[in-house]
């Protein structure tokens, strides 16, 4: 009965059938084939999509403040912690993490004028954990097992249900968010020179700076695209410092041109 609610919202939802086509790409990024990008015209085509799609995945504006005026920044840090490591127990997508983390960010920034109490931003990183394992992955978890650890509060799965509604509600059903790890997939396999074991390496490492970002408020303040980019570059300066600038002159040119002097300095050290 759990999963009553949101199989049926999937039926009525618009994304229904990006959720259904997208289960077979998404298994061929968790093993790290991306067959389904065969040339570079591919390529250009998907970062225009993520870049067209990213501005409306972003919180609204002011969130930021919002956060810091209202005493949120511990909340938000701690449920961005708890994501992450339900993630690990759970052994769900980085994809799934990285959109429940939108979700969360959305959703606060919709609702400023909310005083939030903790268990209220339990029972939110709950649903959106719950809503973006069901949208990205193949197999999804109970939503007792989502809650076995780590929470101060336990919740009914009926009032997890009417979360996960009024979140779907509330974000328009536009799931398909955007998210700094969107793009790393992406753009680290146009580096055709890497032999296999390195590109694995500079994903995995970059993909774990992102981690690092994801509970800082501050990279909030930048566009996912500019975040990912510069944890692309700062995997690469570390594992290959040699050969660093010429992969990154190649996965240039899939840049759109207005944003490639911002974006490719912007992973300086003290920029």
Not at 54 to 64: D, K
Not at 92 to 114: E, I
Not at 177 to 197: D, R
Request: charged share 20%; net charge negative.
């Amino acid at each position: 009965m759990e999963n009553l609610l949101c199989d049926e919202v999937w039926l009525t939802s618009p994304d229904a059938l990006y959720h259904h086509n997208h289960a077979s790409m998404q298994t061929a990024l968790q093993k790290g084939d991306c067959l389904f990008y065969t040339t570079k015209e591919d390529s250009e085509r998907a970062l225009a999509v993520c870049l067209q799609k990213e501005l409306s995945s972003l919180p609204e504006a002011g969130y930021v403040d919002h956060l810091r005026s209202s005493g949120l920044i511990m909340f938000r840090f701690r449920a961005i912690q708890w994501l992450i490591k339900t993630r690990s127990r759970l052994n769900l997508s980085f994809r799934a993490l990285f959109d429940a983390a939108n979700y969360l960010d959305r959703f606060l920034s919709l609702n400023q004028c909310f005083v939030w109490r903790y268990w209220m931003i339990e029972l939110l990183s709950i649903a959106c954990l719950s809503v973006a394992s069901k949208y990205s992955d193949v197999f999804t978890p109970l939503l007792n097992e989502i809650q076995l650890e780590g929470l101060e509060h336990s919740f009914e799965l009926s009032t997890i249900q009417w979360m996960e509604l009024t979140l779907l509600q509330a974000l328009g059903w536009c799931l398909g968010s955007t998210t700094a790890h969107s793009y790393v997939e992406l753009l680290t396999w146009n580096i055709s020179s890497l032999k296999p074991h390195l590109h694995e390496a500079v994903t995995a490492r970059a993909t774990k700076l992102l981690l690092g970002a994801l509970s800082d408020t501050k990279f909030l303040q930048f566009s996912p695209f500019i975040v990912a980019i510069t944890a692309i570059r700062c995997s690469l300066e570390e594992l290959i410092p040699s050969k660093a600038e010429d992969q990154l002159a190649y996965i240039a040119q899939l840049i759109p041109q207005d944003i490639t002097q911002v974006s490719m300095h912007h992973g300086d050290k003290n920029g």
